[in-house]
Structure formats: structure tokens, C-alpha cells
């Protein structure tokens, strides 16, 4: 009995962790790497192309993403300020953002917005799933080149949802995207317990499924 109550207290431990596991930044990696402060470099795949999109923790944009064919990586990050070097634990008015790297000729960029709409709930600009606040809200930030088919995605979507509550997604331009510290990067890969406790007990997928069925 008493090996069952500690079974039991740990993993309330563990689910009080990872739930607030994208709101707080975890204690083995408080301080980042200065290099993890610069304006992302990353070479990008012969023809490729970059969409950035942000819906609620980055963790989980990235992994959606990253599951889509044709999607080379996802890197997790800020966007949407102009505060130059943010961070975790100090990143202004900038959102938790994802950059996905893409092959368009395996997808297009329509395609990704397309994932996108059903990956979030475009019904909540106060945050998403547990998550609130700016740092959460859903975005999708578009280059010029970008601009006329995100709108005309959302337009579509608009008519086709299957709920009847508006859609609350902005377009905006897109501005710098900083990466995040390493330990976010990938980080469903790296925990990947931790992580689906967290995207679970968020309420993430149930919400999703409510809004867009199966």
C-alpha cells in the first residue's frame, strides 16, 4: 500500500512538472547558451523553402510539423517583436514561434497552412489549450510572397470550419525569427514521457478533435 501511494505521488510529481513544462522553463536549463541568443543560421536544403507559423507551445508546433511529409526540420523559437537577442526568460512582446523548413516540391506552402488550421485551435487569440497569454497566441506570420495565399486560406477555412465560432488567427508580416535554446529544440524527441504527459494533461488533441473531428 504504501509503494502504491509513493507510485502515485511521484507521478502527480511528474504531471505537475510537465504541465507547466512549456510556461516555465525547466530547472536543469534556466540559463541559456549565449550562442543560442543569436538570429538563427541554419543552411537550408537545396531549393528548400521556410514558413513560420506559431499555435501555442512551440514543442508542440514543431512536432506536428515535423511529422508532415516533405517537412525537412521545425525549429522552435521568438517572433514578432523587434527586441533584438530574446530568450526564454526574457523575450518581450515576442511569441513562441516555429520555423518549418520544407521541400515545395513535396509540399506546398498552401498544404502547410492547410496542417496548420487543424493543428491549433484558430478559435482562441488569448493563448492555446492551457498555455495563455501572448508568448501563445496563434499567429501565422507571412512574407510578402506568402501574404495573398495565407489570406485566401484563411478565407477558405472561414467557410468551410466545421464549428461556428469565428476564426481569430491575424496574418501578419513576418519579422526575425531568433531560435530557441537548445534544449527546446527537439524537445518531444528528447523527453518524449514528459512531453506527451504535457501535451495530454494541455488538453491539446481533445480539443483539436472537438473542433475538427477525427
Not at 29 to 38: D, I
Not at 121 to 143: K, L
Not at 163 to 188: C, G, N, R
Request: aromatic share 12%.
Amino acid at each position: 500500500m504504501k509503494e502504491i501511494k509513493t507510485m502515485k505521488h511521484y507521478t502527480l510529481i511528474l504531471l505537475a512538472a510537465a504541465l507547466t513544462a512549456c510556461s516555465s522553463a525547466s530547472t536543469e536549463a534556466q540559463t541559456p547558451k549565449s550562442s543560442n541568443t543569436v538570429m538563427a543560421s541554419t543552411s537550408l536544403p537545396a531549393g528548400a523553402d521556410t514558413a513560420i507559423f506559431a499555435g501555442g507551445c512551440f514543442w508542440c508546433v514543431e512536432s506536428d510539423f515535423e511529422k508532415l511529409p516533405g517537412v525537412y526540420e521545425v525549429i522552435s523559437g521568438y517572433t514578432g517583436d523587434d527586441m533584438p537577442n530574446p530568450t526564454y526568460r526574457n523575450h518581450g512582446k515576442h511569441v513562441e514561434g516555429a520555423k518549418v523548413i520544407f521541400d515545395p516540391k513535396r509540399v506546398s506552402y498552401d498544404q502547410l497552412l492547410d496542417h496548420y488550421w487543424r493543428t491549433v485551435d484558430p478559435t482562441d487569440d488569448g493563448g492555446q489549450f492551457c498555455d495563455r497569454g501572448h508568448a501563445y497566441i496563434p499567429v501565422i506570420y507571412a512574407r510578402p510572397d506568402q501574404m495573398d495565399v495565407a489570406e485566401k486560406s484563411k478565407a477558405e477555412i472561414e467557410k468551410t470550419k466545421p464549428f461556428s465560432d469565428p476564426i481569430k488567427v491575424p496574418i501578419l508580416m513576418a519579422k526575425t525569427f531568433w531560435d530557441a535554446e537548445d534544449y527546446h529544440q527537439d524537445y518531444y524527441k528528447k523527453n518524449p514521457i514528459r512531453y506527451k504527459i504535457y501535451r495530454n494533461g494541455c488538453g491539446r488533441d481533445n480539443r483539436i478533435e472537438q473542433l475538427w473531428g477525427k
